[in-house]
């Protein structure tokens, strides 16, 4: 099992890179980097890229609305390139709020367009001249444009792709297609009961040549007699994605807590983000939610808790190291992989 880090969008990222590159000395295998309406992910990738040397640099994630086909291949090829062939490219469909909210487009074909956009991605890659119609005709019918191939020559021909997913349909069409998986707001104990099912429709449908589906999850990291109780940090989040990512009827991330067995919370936990309670909101996620996608608490509970996402399938550990010294947090993680 790999150790990443989710690098967050807001702040300095300059002395975000700072961090990364002494976390990478630490033995941190890869990090990802995100966007939601911040900063572009591929601007910070390229800056991390010239600032490490053995790190895996992915975007974690780009959506799939607000650049073509041909432009995620084309980022994807760029950031290989200034990596040396240490990109990752997270794609997803984000959500309404992201995509009619900042980028004015259409919420409309998710599946489809990230399938789309991975098979053309990879025979951009691959150099092919792409004479493609669907959710995106390249070409476009009766304008003056025609075939075209990738004018640069990519490092790898195959830039893994990874896809942000949680519904059972997404999910089956990322283990079927995608070289990654990353969900989010993961527990492994309950991982197998709400994904099972669309994890191996998905996978009797792989191209065996796709190799097994790796799965980036994982959550706070502290270790110490007393940080059990930083699992409460957890808190703001779990309550902004079930509560405030979305309209009732339209959040995937409350369907996700309802498919948890938290039916009762995700509905009181939505009400009081959207009314504007957030602080109540917060105060209403079980202390349970919170646990379980943590690795809080002493080193013997926290190893426990690195062999349950091992145990659930998880194949690149994804925390976020609490404390004055991250770095050792990392050390002693990476040390048990």
Known sequence: MELSLPLDYAGDPRQAAD??????????????VAEAYGFDSPTIMGYLAARTERLKIGAGILNVYSRTPALIAQTAAGLDAVSGGRALIGLGASGPQVVE??????????????????ELTRRILRRETIDHHGITDMPRPGGLGKPLKILARPVRAEVPLYVASLGP?????TAEVADGWLPTLYIPEKARE??????????ARRDPALGPLQTVAGGLLAIGEDASALRDLARPRIALYVGGMGAPGKNFYNDLAVAYGYEKEARLIQ??????????????VPDEFCELISLCGPASYVRERV???????????????????PAKLIETVKSWL
């Open 169 to 173: 349909a997404n999910v089956r069409m």
């Open 271 to 284: 009400e009081l983000y959207l009314a504007g309670k957030k602080r109540e909101a917060e105060a209403a």
């Open 194 to 203: 709400v994904w099972g099912t669309p994890l191996a429709e998905g996978a």
């Open 101 to 118: 909210g900042w980028h004015g487009r259409a919420y409309d074909k998710p599946i489809g367009r990230t399938r789309e956009a991975i």
């Open 307 to 325: 062999e349950a996402f091992r145990d659930s399938g998880v194949t690149m550990l994804n925390v976020t190291p609490v404390g004055p010294e």
């Open 19 to 32: 961090d990364v590159a002494a976390l990478e000395a630490a033995g941190l295998d890869a990090v990802w």
